[in-house]
C-alpha cells in the first residue's frame, strides 16, 4: 500500500507521463516519414519505441500507486518486465536493421534503461515482500526520476535538438563566457633588436 505521503508525487508524475506521451505523439506526427515508409529512420523509431516505454511506464504504474490498498509490487513487476522485453526487442531491432547513426549513444541509452527496467523489477519484487515498508516506494519515485530524464533525452533527441544537449550546450556557454584571446602571429625580430 502506498503512503499518503506519496499520492501527490504519484499523481503529479501521472500528470507529467501523460503530457509527454502526448508530446510525444506531437514530435512524431511532424516527422511522420522517419517512422515508416521508404525513408523511415531506425534510429528514430527507436528513440520514440524506449521514450513511449519509459512514459508509459510511469504512467501505468503512477495510476496504480493512486488505486487505494493496491500493492504497488504487481504492477512494477509486470510493467517493467514488459519494458524490459520491449528494450530488448528494440535492441535486436536496431542490431538486425543497422541503426548506424545511433549505435554507440544509442546502445548506450537503451543498456541505461534496461538497467532501471532492471532495478524496478527487482524493486517491485522487494514491494511484494514488504508491504509495509516505505523504502521500496521511495525507491520507485526515485525510478520514476530516472526515466523521466531517459525519456526527456530521447525525445529531445527526436525533434533534432543534437546541437542543444545539455553538455555541448553548458561547454558552449562557457568557451562564450571565458573567450580566448587570439593568437598573437607578430614574430619577435631575429637577431635579438
Request: charged letters at 10%; proline letters at 6%; aromatic letters at 6%.
Amino acid at each position: 500500500m502506498v503512503p499518503n505521503a506519496y499520492h501527490s508525487f504519484f499523481s503529479a508524475s501521472a500528470s507529467v507521463a501523460g503530457a509527454l506521451i502526448g508530446l510525444l505523439f506531437v514530435a512524431i506526427s511532424v516527422a511522420p516519414h522517419k517512422m515508416a515508409g521508404d525513408r523511415a529512420s531506425v534510429a528514430f523509431q527507436i528513440g520514440a519505441g524506449s521514450a513511449f516505454a519509459a512514459l508509459l511506464n510511469t504512467l501505468i504504474i503512477a495510476l496504480a500507486a493512486l488505486l487505494p490498498g493496491e500493492n504497488l509490487g504487481q504492477a512494477g513487476v509486470i510493467l517493467s518486465a514488459i519494458a524490459i522485453s520491449s528494450i530488448i526487442g528494440l535492441a535486436i531491432f536496431g542490431l538486425r536493421t543497422g541503426a548506424k547513426g545511433d549505435h554507440p549513444a544509442g546502445l548506450i541509452r537503451l543498456a541505461a534503461l534496461l538497467v532501471v527496467f532492471a532495478l524496478q523489477l527487482l524493486n517491485g519484487l522487494n514491494l511484494l515482500s514488504h508491504t509495509h515498508d516505505p523504502g521500496p516506494i521511495h525507491t520507485e519515485a526515485a525510478l520514476f526520476l530516472a526515466l523521466f530524464v531517459i525519456a526527456i533525452d530521447r525525445a529531445w533527441e527526436l525533434v533534432d535538438a543534437r546541437e542543444t544537449r545539455l553538455l555541448p550546450l553548458l561547454a558552449g556557454l562557457l568557451q562564450r563566457s571565458h573567450p580566448q584571446p587570439p593568437a598573437s602571429t607578430d614574430q619577435p625580430p631575429a637577431g635579438g633588436h
